[in-house]
């Protein structure tokens, strides 16, 4: 399958560059992924779609202030450090801006030496290993210290770094935002569960590898990223009842739905406590295991995103309501408007 057959036209006026003052105002599109029948909604009625024992799935990450600003004490040179991936202790794999300035023992500090780095290894896609050093609690540090990093296609600076994070954000360790989850509040979660709709958290880490193109031309080569998910056992015996008494599962966002399909493929439909690494690639022919339905984002044209939509509600389908939400000027991407499959 080409990567071509995935492509749409989308114009840049179109990718959401601040997010709306209210969650719940975003538009919703609803699509029915069995004849492709579209209603265009607003996120705020998105109970009205939903059913007594349904239980919807929501990702509890918590993306960390990732995007540190530093010099080297010696010349004073500026450095942008991203945080990728904790290894140990205070070793973390980053990248690094400019990269040609940073060697193995480069020294870098941040925040007037509230925070420093020493760069102890180079790895082979250009990233660096860098060791923190600092006084109290690195996540407090960092917290004062770092800037939320938002995905390439946002150009505008975020005024309140709160809504990069979605209401239940918990768990510290993302890269990027569940963008999904950014439409619910406090209150309309709370009316979702007056209404006997269940409400479960998993949690995956987002990488930035979400955001990379796909490079190759047929789907089958690419290599998927690999990210961290933990099941609780609360949540597994909660899916499990869901499924036996014949309730829908609804994954809030593509990250949601990746972890569920890891574990239920893992556990022969069913779901089961644990953690691990996930590179599961969705793309159309996959046979869905957990899911009935899902709420997600718009995204970019020739994505593992837009591929893993289209599995679950047909490729055709799927094209044909992004073809309508830009005849219909829907906001893309991560502060963008909603789609729900059922």
């Known amino acids: 399958m080409k990567v071509e057959m995935f492509n749409f036209d989308l114009p840049e006026e179109l990718i959401a560059q601040v997010p709306l003052e209210n969650r719940t105002s975003s538009r919703l599109m609803v699509l029915d992924k069995q004849t492709g029948e579209i209603k265009h909604e607003i996120f705020k009625n998105i109970t009205e779609y939903l059913r007594?024992?349904?239980?919807?799935?929501?990702?509890?990450?918590?993306?960390?202030?990732?995007?540190?600003?530093?010099?080297?004490?010696?010349?004073?040179?500026?450095?942008?450090?991203l945080l990728l991936k904790q290894i140990e202790g205070d070793k973390w794999e980053t990248l690094i801006k400019p990269a040609k300035r940073v060697k193995i023992g480069t020294e870098i500090t941040f925040g007037n030496g509230k925070l420093k780095a020493v760069c102890v290894g180079?790895?082979?896609?250009?990233?660096?290993?860098?060791?923190?050093?600092?006084?109290?609690?690195?996540?407090?540090?960092?917290?004062?210290?770092?800037?939320?990093?938002?995905?390439?296609?946002?150009?505008?600076?975020?005024?309140?770094?709160?809504?990069?994070?979605?209401?239940f954000a918990k768990e510290r360790g993302s890269a990027a935002a569940p963008t999904a989850g950014l439409h619910f509040t406090e209150d309309l979660l709370d009316e979702i569960k007056d209404k006997g709709v269940k409400i479960a958290f998993i949690t995956l880490?987002?990488?930035?590898?979400?955001?990379?193109?796909?490079?190759?031309?047929?789907?089958?080569?690419?290599?998927?990223?690999?990210?961290?998910?933990?099941?609780?056992?609360?949540?597994?015996?909660?899916?499990?009842?869901?499924?036996?008494?014949?309730?829908?599962?609804?994954?809030?966002?593509?990250?949601?739905?990746?972890?569920?399909?890891?574990?239920?493929?893992?556990?022969?439909?069913?779901?089961?406590?644990?953690?691990?690494?996930?590179?599961?690639?969705?793309?159309?022919?996959?046979?869905?295991?957990?899911?009935n339905g899902m709420i997600t984002n718009f995204h970019l044209p020739m994505s593992t995103l837009i591929m893993l939509v289209s599995a679950l509600a047909g490729r055709e389908h799927v094209l044909n309501a992004y073809k309508e939400a830009v005849s219909e000027r829907y906001r893309f991407f991560s502060f963008g408007d909603a789609m729900l499959i059922l």
């Open 52 to 81: 007594e024992g349904d239980c919807l799935v929501l990702n509890d990450t918590r993306v960390l202030p990732a995007r540190l600003l530093g010099s080297k004490p010696d010349t004073g040179a500026k450095i942008e450090v």
């Open 122 to 167: 180079e790895e082979e896609h250009g990233g660096r290993l860098l060791e923190f050093s600092y006084e109290g609690i690195f996540y407090e540090v960092l917290d004062a210290l770092g800037k939320m990093p938002l995905p390439p296609y946002i150009k505008e600076q975020l005024e309140d770094q709160d809504r990069y994070q979605t209401v």
């Open 205 to 291: 880490h987002v990488g930035l590898g979400t955001f990379r193109p796909v490079s190759v031309e047929n789907i089958d080569d690419h290599e998927m990223h690999s990210e961290f998910y933990r099941v609780t056992e609360e949540t597994a015996s909660m899916l499990n009842e869901v499924k036996q008494q014949g309730g829908r599962i609804i994954s809030v966002g593509t990250t949601s739905t990746r972890t569920l399909e890891t574990i239920a493929a893992a556990n022969d439909g069913k779901f089961a406590a644990g953690n691990g690494w996930t590179d599961i690639f969705i793309f159309p022919g996959y046979t869905f295991k957990a899911i």
